[in-house]
């Protein structure tokens, strides 16, 4: 689960290592303050989203910089052999392009989580979590349409 987060919200492994470590901090600090009024996951994917999405408004707040031995040295096109992997590969970059709250949203409602579970989690009502996943959907086929094109 943890991991399945700092995926959604990291791209290097550096970072991806950085918000698991932040987030288990997080959750250690929190415990004590566990209740049991909820499901622990319910608890867990909570602390956890709240925990990336603070963390990745730190991140805008910096200046990103690149060390010269992060810059590719070799830029020829790749071309991928399947079709499907190309397809993953776009709707990964649109939903990266998603708010932070809306990727929260992909991410439990591929996770299969219920709208009673999301609404726990994100503190969103029901009613709320359904129109925004019906704008997020529109969203990403526009957005996987435009990248598709080369609009994007």
């Not at 830029?75 to 932070?100: F, G, V």
């Not at 359904?130 to 997020?136: A, G, L, P, T």
Request: aromatic share 8%; charged share 30%.
């Amino acid at each position: 689960m943890l991991y399945k987060v700092c995926n959604l919200y990291c791209t290097t492994e550096h970072d991806k290592q950085d918000l698991f470590q932040e987030i288990v901090i997080q959750l250690w600090g929190a415990y004590p303050r566990f209740r049991g009024e909820s499901k622990f996951s319910t608890w867990l994917y909570r602390i956890a989203l709240n925990t990336a999405i603070s963390d990745l408004r730190k991140q805008k707040r910096r200046i990103k910089t690149v060390t010269a031995e992060k810059l590719p040295t070799d830029l020829q096109d790749i071309q991928y052999s399947k079709d499907k992997e190309e397809k993953i590969q776009l709707m990964h970059r649109a939903i990266a392009q998603l708010t932070e709250i809306e990727r929260a949203i992909v991410m439990l409602y591929l996770e299969d989580r219920s709208y009673d579970e999301m609404e726990d989690i994100l503190g969103i009502n029901q009613n709320n979590l359904r129109v925004k996943m019906n704008r997020i959907k529109e969203k990403l086929r526009k957005l996987t349409k435009s990248v598709e094109h080369g609009v994007g």
